[in-house]
């Protein structure tokens, strides 16, 4: 596993290389039992990833959810902001 540490000036976060990571409920720290995650994505990210890394979540014991927006720079849009902020309000219970 290699880590790579991005320092902007306003905040820093690591990025974390490795095979396998997605399955490893370890990568998703300082996430904890309890923790509710919203995780955003677009269909073609989410049919190889999104089962993968909501189970790992939740194996830490996350309340996970998800929202999905169309592929495409077109849909980076007020619209799609929309559709994530009304899921998140919808999850807030």
Request: aromatic share 6%.
């Amino acid at each position: 596993m290699l880590q790579v540490n991005v320092e902007l000036k306003e905040r820093r976060y690591p990025i974390i290389i490795g095979a396998g990571l997605l399955n490893q409920p370890a990568s998703y720290s300082p996430l904890k039992s309890g923790d509710k995650v919203m995780i955003v994505s677009n269909p073609t990210v989410a049919t190889h990833y999104l089962s993968v890394v909501t189970n790992a979540l939740k194996e830490l014991g996350c309340h996970v959810d998800s929202v999905l927006i169309p592929d495409g720079e077109e849909y980076k849009t007020l619209e799609s902001l929309n559709l994530i902020f009304t899921a998140l309000l919808e999850k807030k219970s």
